[in-house]
């Protein structure tokens, strides 16, 4: 019973290039939540999207930043002509249907850690 | 300070020991969870507390919550040298959604062998 699978799971971009990171929810799951994690901080909310639908992308920056979860495949992040504050772990968490939104435990990945230089 | 902050920011302790850590917060809360976090790995689930309960316990693990106090605490008993690694608290504030949690920066533990 795989869990939520992030990957890559180290990422190395220079500033001006554009960052994937995928998340497969675990089996059964189908609410994703992606978490932003700067160095000696806690995980701060970007994005909740279930098949095909963004519910919430209040914590994700206005611009360069976008999420999708299509009917088929992994959740994916991307980031836009990435800056040096980008730098982060990004971590992707999912919940079985309703489950989340009424108990709150999320299952975390194990992240994607990005280097922009 | 920001919701869901934990003190103190590093403790350092002997096997065999207890840990405790604690968790303050600013807004009226659904429930608390604490997390654990090994160096360069993800999150993992530890015990959920519902704001209508004062304490909650997972095998070595005994969580407390006062919410007139906005504050709760985490109690590691019999520490091994494996539970060394970051802990986080993170809430779930009441009037908003449950999956969007406010974290705080966590309590790095290390116990000593």
């Known amino acids: 019973n795989a869990g939520v699978m992030q990957n890559p799971r180290h990422l190395v971009r220079r500033r001006g290039q554009e960052a994937r990171l995928r998340c497969s929810p675990m089996?059964?799951?189908?609410?994703v939540y992606w978490y932003r994690q700067l160095p000696e901080e806690g995980l701060k909310f970007m994005v909740y999207l279930q098949k095909e639908n963004i519910i919430d992308e209040s914590g994700m920056p206005k611009e360069r930043f976008s999420a999708e979860f299509p009917k088929e495949g992994p959740s994916i992040l991307r980031i836009q002509q990435v800056v040096r504050g980008d730098s982060a772990a990004y971590f992707c968490a999912s919940s079985p249907p309703g489950q989340g939104g009424l108990t709150g435990e999320l299952f975390f990945g194990e992240g994607s850690r990005l280097t922009v230089l | 300070s920001q919701q869901g902050e934990e003190d103190p920011q590093a403790l350092s302790i002997q096997e065999g020991e207890n840990a405790t850590m604690n968790c303050s917060y600013k807004?009226?809360?659904?429930?608390l969870q604490w997390y654990r976090q090994n160096s360069g790995r993800g999150l993992v689930h530890l015990i959920l507390i519902r704001s209508n309960e004062r304490e909650k316990h997972s095998g070595r693990l005994r969580v407390t919550l006062d919410t007139s106090k906005k504050s709760s605490s985490l109690l590691i008993t019999a520490s091994r040298a494996a539970d060394t690694a970051s802990y986080f608290c993170a809430t779930s504030n009441s009037g908003g959604s449950n999956y969007k949690l406010t974290f705080g920066k966590g309590t790095l533990l290390t116990v000593n062998p």
């Open positions: 807004t009226s809360i659904n429930n």
């Open positions: 089996k059964g799951h189908s609410h």
